[in-house]
């Protein structure tokens, strides 16, 4: 029974937590570093406890600094949300150690799909499809020949103990396959004094397309369907999707299947998600493994919208040794629902993360529409966290009309004080590539500055500007300090 | 016009004319359009013009006011005519310094290399984005003060042009 948890975590992943503590009757403890002495979270929360210096291995990365608060607040849990101590496994045992209940997976699953080697070992062996490649035991040129011929074309020879591209050639064809092993060899002897080549396919225009999976204590195991994240950055995700354009039903099926084999390999408890890329389209579409992320995802809202279902409280049910609220009959794809990300960035000056005060945060309210945000007006936005503000998702009974329903939200987002991505992630969601469901990996990466070009302003907004000088209240407002607690400020309400 | 005030609205490089008239309509540029302004909250305007309406949004002092409309925002100067006013710092973008706390992942040039403005010298990564710094003007690499890995705070300069 867990009564008291601490969020190891910030913003709107600590509030999303926080809530569902709430609705459960579970008292909640935040942490905070001295960037976050008075910010959203910890006002949240039942009690809060300050961690130390903002920069986050003083604060929300110092393990043994939190798991000394929950001690001392008396906390039975911990939940770590995604990022800093999320996918630590030495953390995760460093809690069971300590007495309290990790809400996550067991350590050793952690470990076992932290590491890229013994994660793609034990998926070969559960047979969950891994991208074909290897290192051969006989490394002479005729063995690596034949190897490379095994993965099949276009494919990359790698030096096994390299990285940084040293060594790394891209052979399209059998045509330059001799040349290209000699030369990564000996780039890799010259440079790591090692001359073991690795083969492995190239997966070309691949999507990424992952599978959540949740599994408990009593060997249930099931998944909640895809979540399509190729609208990315550099490998930040930046729209994500379900139903994915790409997936056939035949294929969605094939990969649920594999995800659920993949969770009982590693002995998966609590949630998680299997990463893929996929190729191609259709029935003919393969996928690849690509990895396993241990935690709650940031895109979590969009498997909640189109299956009806609370992750978070079942991720604090499981965690306490109940069953799976859901068998796998039980779980439906209702309609579509996508999510994006709202960035303190600046896209059409490369993408440069900004800091700063937020003067003005309206969120859109609409039917279907869910926002989740770490900020309030007033807000500091500072630079030593990740610059997500808020996450926005629609939910509706098409595709189209979510890609609509988003856009409106959009729109009327109101966050002034300093740039925000929200016109890239119109243009994004403008774009024809995007509306039909065309949108792979390389996409932002190839056509991207396209659309983070920074357009003028109409004419009107320029009107509004110079009449704002005029309008006495609005101005004043303007001018007065950060808002703060009503009560702080007036005499004989101190607490 | 009695009680029409006057002001140069800035956005990058380009400033406007705007007048400001008592009866809530607005003259963007010269001649320009006529604007209806019409404050619906503090800070909430509904701007019309013919048939088409904006909801526009607008916060901050006039050196920095800040206005959102239909998903698009910017960081304009609004400044009363006749009134001098020193140029807002701008942010760092495209100086020689870290904007913020980062870690260096690449350096683009070497000592001695002539570069144009608007060329990318080094990539910096902070808050798990990549950093682009560009050279704000021609000249020749006289000395980087930074290497790949390095953690880099905002103040000095990490690559010398001269």
């Known amino acids: 029974m867990i009564r008291n948890v601490l969020v190891a975590n910030r913003g709107e992943i600590a509030l999303r937590i926080m809530r569902a503590c709430d609705e459960l009757g579970i008292d909640t403890i935040a942490v905070y570093s001295d960037a976050d002495a008075d910010a959203p979270h910890v006002l949240a929360a039942g009690r809060a406890v300050r961690l130390g210096a903002p920069p986050p291995a003083e604060s929300y990365l110092a393990g043994d600094r939190i798991i000394e608060a929950a001690r001392t607040a008396g906390a ?61 035991a006989d490394q002479s040129d005729a063995s690596i020949e034949a190897a490379a011929r095994r993965a099949g074309f276009p494919l990359l020879i790698k030096a096994s103990a390299g990285g940084g591209g040293k060594g790394m050639r891209m052979v399209r064809g059998d045509a330059g396959l001799a040349a290209a ?17 690795y083969v492995e396919r190239v997966v070309t225009r691949p999507r990424h397309v992952e599978i959540q999976v949740f599994a408990d204590a009593h060997g249930r195991a099931v998944h909640l369907f895809e979540r399509d994240c190729s609208t990315q950055r550099r490998h930040q995700k930046i729209i994500e999707e379900s139903p994915s354009p790409a997936l056939t039903p035949a294929l969605r099926a094939l990969m649920g299947d594999a995800a659920v084999a993949a969770a009982r390999a590693v002995g998966y408890r609590n949630a998680g998600t299997i990463e893929f890329l996929l190729e191609g389209a259709g029935d003919q579409a393969r996928f690849y493994f690509l990895e396993m992320n241990t935690r709650l995802q940031v895109e979590h809202p969009v498997t909640e919208a189109i299956a009806g279902v609370d992750l978070v409280h079942a991720q604090l049910r499981v965690a306490e040794g109940h069953e799976l609220p859901w068998t796998q009959a039980d779980l439906h794809q209702r309609g579509h629902a996508i999510e994006c990300r709202v960035y303190a960035e600046d896209p059409s000056a490369g993408y440069l993360p900004q800091a700063g005060r937020i003067l003005r945060y309206r969120q859109p309210e609409r039917p279907g529409i869910r926002v989740d945000a770490g900020v309030v007006e007033g807000s500091e936005v500072s630079v030593h966290y990740d610059p997500m503000i808020a996450k926005v998702i629609a939910h509706a009974e098409t595709r189209d009309a979510a890609i609509d329903r988003l856009r409106a939200a959009l729109a009327e987002f109101r966050i002034l004080g300093l740039p925000t991505n929200i016109p890239f992630l119109l243009a994004v969601l403008d774009s024809q590539t995007f509306r039909a469901g065309h949108v792979d990996t390389a996409y932002l990466d190839e056509e991207g500055s396209g659309l983070a070009a920074s357009k003028p302003l109409p004419a009107a907004a320029l009107a509004a500007a110079a009449a704002h000088s005029e309008s006495a209240r609005a101005v004043s407002a303007d001018r007065s300090e950060p808002r703060r607690d009503p009560w702080a400020s007036l005499p004989g309400w101190s607490g | ?108 040039v070497a000592v001695g290399q002539q570069v144009r ?18 050279s704000p003007r021609d000249g020749l690499v006289s000395a980087i003060r930074c290497a790949p890995g390095e953690l880099v705070q905002p103040g000095p300069p990490l690559v010398e042009i001269t």
Request: aromatic share 4%.
């Open chain 1, 76 to 136: 039975d849990a911990i939940h770590p949300g995604y990022g800093f101590l999320a996918e630590n496994a030495a953390f995760a045992s460093a809690c069971q150690g300590a007495g309290l209940i990790f809400v996550g997976p067991p350590p050793a699953a952690i470990a076992a799909m932290g590491s890229k080697i013994s994660a793609r070992r034990l998926m070969e062996r559960a047979g969950v499809p891994v991208v074909p490649g290897e290192t051969p």
């Open chain 1, 181 to 197: 092993i000699s030369g990564a060899r000996h780039e890799a002897t010259a440079a790591f004094g090692d001359g073991t080549l």
């Open chain 2, 1 to 108: 016009m009695p009680g029409t005030r006057r002001f140069i609205v800035r956005q990058g490089l380009a400033a406007t004319p705007v007048e400001v008239r008592s009866d809530g309509r607005v003259r963007v540029g010269d001649p320009g359009d006529v604007f209806l302004v019409t404050a619906v909250s503090p800070g909430e305007y509904l701007v019309s013009s013919g048939a088409h309406t904006w909801r526009v949004a607008a916060a901050g002092p006039p050196e920095a006011r800040w206005v959102a409309v239909e998903g698009a925002g910017a960081c304009l100067e609004v400044q009363p005519e006749g009134q001098t006013r020193a140029p807002r710092q701008r942010a760092a973008h495209g100086a020689l310094a870290a904007p913020m706390p980062g870690t260096v992942i690449d350096v683009s």
């Open chain 2, 117 to 134: 403005a608007g060329d990318l010298l080094l990539t910096l990564e902070a808050m798990k984005m990549e950093l682009p710094i560009r």
